[in-house]
């Protein structure tokens, strides 16, 4: 019966103990007027315990609800921004962004728009992936997505 007691209660325990980063209970939508509204059935930003998971943004102006321009230099910004404003509303600061996922109309856009994201990440870049995309949503140039975690610092 000892070794039956051990086998249940030390796994247990360990759940217990250590468990895992977050529970159900802590999952936070985050919402700003600083970005634009979600424009299908997604949230601005999901907070999960100490990792705050920012949607997809493109550069709609959050006032207008128009595209901040034409041009990579505008929309980038603008996302750039957008994603900022999510990010703070969650009480985190760009320098807890841990990755991001890039989505360029032209990956010939690469090069400038490496100069521009640089602005925004200026030690200790996150980690990121870009890739071209054939189509975003209002015929954007650039979307991007963050995953930042607030580590107390």
Not at 28 to 55: F, K, M
């Amino acid at each position: 019966m000892k070794i039956q007691y051990s086998i249940i209660f030390i796994p247990f325990f360990l759940l217990i103990t250590f468990g895992c980063n977050h529970t159900i209970n802590e999952r936070q939508v985050i919402t700003t007027d600083r970005a634009p509204e979600a424009i299908g059935p997604y949230s601005q930003g999901i907070l999960a315990g100490n990792t705050l998971y920012a949607a997809g943004q493109i550069g709609l102006n959050p006032l207008s609800g128009e595209m901040a321009g034409d041009d990579l230099e505008s929309q980038t910004i603008q996302t750039l921004e957008n994603l900022k404003a999510v990010v703070e509303a969650a009480g985190m600061s760009m320098e807890q962004v841990v990755e991001a996922q890039v989505f360029l109309a032209d990956i010939n856009d690469f090069t400038h728009f490496n100069e521009l994201y640089s602005e925004y990440f200026l030690e200790n870049p996150p980690a990121r992936a870009v890739i071209e995309a054939s189509a975003l949503p209002r015929n954007a140039l650039v979307e991007i997505k963050l995953t930042a975690v607030n580590t107390g610092r």
